[in-house]
T-cell receptor, first 112, second 112 residues
Framework: DGGITQSPKYLFRKEGQNVTLSCEQN?????MYWYRQDPGQGLRLIYY???????QKGDIAEGYSVSREKKESFPLTVTSAQKNPTAFYLC???????????FGQGTRLTVV | GENVEQHPSTLSVQEGDSAVIKCTYS??????FPWYKQELGKRPQLIID?????GEKKDQRIAVTLNKTAKHFSLHITETQPEDSAVYFC???????????FGPGTRLSVLP
């Protein structure tokens, strides 16, 4: 479905726990991005990666970590240091031409 | 780096009226400007885009205009329908460059 898959769709986390959100793409895209979206708000950039084994902090990286060991995969870990993690998380990948961004279907994380 | 601003943040129009959303960008090197539509609870999807060698592009009821000198571009939706209600994001990038910057989004409500 669009070549980029996020899992799970819904995730519940207890306070103090780390959780990892999965993002996989089969589009052979070099660049991958993680965004956070709060209700009624826009997209805020958490981390992005232009190439394997390299990634950069976005505007709101505190409390999050990522890895890019494979071109196809860019998992996001929400750590216990993130004070307000309840949000909708979107992953995107972009091809070498740096034109259309393809989004996953999103993961809705809720802290219980 | 690139900074993209978007106005208005919310917009309500009567069904059948037109809607206009405007974005400005800061990096004169940007040459690709897409627009994304995000329906409630879904992923953003590309609806139209324009490159810097074109001043206007139209696709049925939607059109995008670009003013490179003033560094702004606009989305125009004519004969709005209830299914046009969504959040719209503009973005700016450099083809074959790096980074892909989104605007903060506009929530459009089409009132019956």
């Amino acid at each position: 479905d669009g070549g980029i898959t996020q899992s799970p769709k819904y995730l519940f986390r207890k306070e103090g726990q780390n959780v990892t959100l999965s993002c996989e793409q089969n589009l052979n895209h070099d660049a991958m991005y993680w965004y956070r979206q709060d209700p009624g708000q826009g997209l805020r950039l958490i981390y992005y990666s232009q190439i394997v084994n390299d990634f950069q902090k976005g505007d709101i990286a505190e409390g999050y970590s990522v890895s890019r060991e494979k071109k196809e995969s860019f998992p996001l870990t929400v750590t216990s240091a993130q004070k307000n993690p309840t949000a909708f998380y979107l992953c995107a990948s972009i091809g070498r031409a740096n034109t259309e961004a393809f989004f996953g279907q999103g993961t809705r994380l809720t802290v219980v | 780096g690139e900074n993209v601003e978007q106005h208005p943040s919310t917009l309500s129009v009567q069904e059948g009226d037109s809607a206009v959303i405007k974005c400005t960008y800061s990096d004169s090197a940007s040459n690709y400007f897409p627009w994304y539509k995000q329906e409630l609870g879904k992923r953003p999807q590309l609806i139209i885009d324009i490159r810097s060698n074109v001043g206007e592009k139209k696709d049925q009821r939607i059109a995008v205009t670009l003013n490179k000198t003033a560094k702004h571009f606009s989305l125009h939706i004519t004969e709005t329908q209830p299914e046009d209600s969504a959040v719209y994001f503009c973005a700016a990038s450099i083809v074959y460059g790096q980074n892909f910057v989104f605007g903060p989004g506009t929530r459009l409500s089409v009132l019956p």
